[in-house]
């Protein structure tokens, strides 16, 4: 993520900010032109005469900072608009967990933009636009209670809200022996299965996939039971970048997408503070050398890891990039950038 500015008084403003804690000015961010405006209601998008923007139909509700085009029918911007189910509102707190959602979602799509990822629109490729429902357990009257999986089919990626909570996503972490859970993590994840759809399977790369993470046509169903009732096997952190991409290659897949983007957006917030990261001078994103890549990720991980436990806390990159996963993260990242 880079560093951004009030474009009224140039104090610096993070991402999510929707005024200038300085001056005081509304602010409102044109995903398009990756920019903060500084806005009441309505605002000018360029200099050019571009299109005039408006503010995000959810700004009052759950601080959605965004803008959309004024021409657009929906009032939402790019990232809300994606949105099909929201939690029930009745309920205050989902009111909570639904702004944390869709605040890790903007994280999502300002790096689709960046990345230039093709993102269908609804209006335009119905059957490939890319949908999030946010939904919670259900209660029945006798006490049963129907979970709500996590997960991605057909183009609909599902996230249970109760992910948003930090105690329950913690517990989950813990239960499950995971060394990072957080909710860009399932974002990102979760998106992979959906290009892996769009850029390996509809784009006939199965066959180079197959040659780097393995067959997909693996039974999924009996590859996770196995997985979740024997554990992994001795060896696997010098394969898959997670215990869990090592259940089935779709997973490593997707665990391997999702740390790609961890990489990219940390090595740009990094440079944009300038914090050693070498001299990519087109930007993390739009770097096509993956070794420069890793080669600033490294030496960063290293000091960001000695930094949490000199105050004592537990290695914030709890990862290591052996030789297989350093393969499988370039298939990710000529896979990006290949679709331009």
Avoid at 44 to 59: F, L, S, V
Avoid at 60 to 73: A, K, M, S
Avoid at 165 to 181: I, L
Avoid at 201 to 230: I, N, P
Wanted: glycine share 6%.
């Amino acid at each position: 993520m880079r560093r951004y500015l009030c474009p009224h008084c140039s104090n610096e403003v993070h991402f999510d900010n929707t005024a200038c804690v300085k001056c005081g000015w509304s602010l409102g961010y044109a995903s398009a032109t990756d920019q903060f405006s500084a806005t009441a209601f309505h605002v000018p998008a360029g200099r050019n005469d571009g299109p005039t923007m408006k503010i995000c139909a959810n700004r009052n509700l759950i601080g959605c900072n965004w803008l959309v085009e004024e021409h657009r029918t929906l009032p939402f911007c790019l990232s809300c608009r994606h949105t099909l189910i929201i939690p029930d509102l009745s309920t205050g707190a989902n009111i909570g967990r639904w702004a944390q959602l869709e605040r890790a979602k903007r994280m999502l799509f300002y790096a689709l933009q960046k990345f230039a990822l093709p993102l269908p629109q609804q209006d335009t490729a119905p059957a490939q636009w890319l949908r999030f429902e946010f939904k919670a357990d259900l209660l029945s009257f006798n006490g049963e209670r129907t979970k709500v999986l996590t997960g991605h089919a057909a183009g609909v990626v599902t996230i249970n809200i109760a992910e948003a909570d930090d105690d329950v996503r913690e517990r989950h972490r813990v239960s499950m022996g995971e060394p990072y859970r957080t909710l860009i993590g399932h974002f990102r994840h979760e998106v992979g299965h959906y290009y892996w759809d769009r850029l390996v399977e509809d784009a006939g790369r199965t066959d180079s996939f197959r040659h780097v993470f393995g067959d997909e046509r693996v039974d999924y169903a009996r590859a996770l039971k196995r997985h979740y009732d024997f554990g992994v096997a001795p060896g696997w952190e010098q394969l898959c970048v997670s215990s869990y991409a090592s259940s089935h290659p779709l997973e490593d897949f997707a665990e391997t997408w999702a740390h790609y983007f961890h990489m990219v957006d940390g090595l740009e917030t990094a440079q944009s503070y300038g914090i050693g990261t070498g001299t990519m001078a087109p930007g993390p994103y739009a770097c096509e050398d993956f070794s420069a890549l890793v080669r600033d990720w490294v030496p960063l991980t290293v000091a960001m890891n000695a930094m949490n436990r000199s105050i004592g806390n537990r290695d914030y990159y709890p990862f290591v990039l052996s030789e297989a996963i350093e393969t499988k993260l370039r298939f990710v990242h000529e896979l990006i950038h290949s679709k331009k």
